[in-house]
């Protein structure tokens, strides 16, 4: 298992970038799949990004060709570059990690989840 620790966050200009960090401590990491959510106040949590562990990369339609996700694999972070951030861009920012373990000969799957703590993105002029 890992402890995630997100870091980065904090109050940024429409139009402008961020960087959010992930960085884990633990094992097995580079083998989990990973995922960076967000919750505003009021709303419900959603995913944003999303690396498999063969680092392939989905994301929301409301974040596609402005936010990318990314993997330091040797020092155990996860990345996320915001870029043209809008004032709907502000919340939470949560990391979490997904350890998935084929359990019988069905293929059936038991998932193991890891979460930070978040960490606050605010986009305001």
């Known amino acids: 298992q890992v402890q995630l620790v997100e870091s980065g966050g904090g109050l940024v200009q429409p139009g402008g970038s961020l960087t959010l960090s992930c960085s884990a401590t633990?094992?097995?990491?580079?083998?989990?799949?990973v995922r960076w959510y967000r919750q505003a106040t009021g709303k419900e949590r959603e995913v944003v990004a999303t690396m498999t562990a063969a680092r392939t990369k989905t994301y929301a339609d409301s974040v596609k060709g402005r936010f990318t996700i990314s993997r330091d694999v040797v020092n155990d972070i996860v990345f996320l570059r915001m870029n043209s951030l809008k004032p709907e861009d502000t919340a939470v920012y949560l990391c979490?990690?997904?350890?998935?373990?084929?359990?019988?000969?069905?293929?059936?799957?038991?998932?193991?989840?890891?979460w930070g703590q978040g960490t606050q993105v605010t986009v305001s002029s």
């Open positions: 979490n990690a997904r350890r998935s373990v084929v359990v019988d000969m069905g293929g059936k799957i038991h998932h193991y989840d890891y």
């Open positions: 633990g094992s097995g990491f580079s083998s989990y799949n």
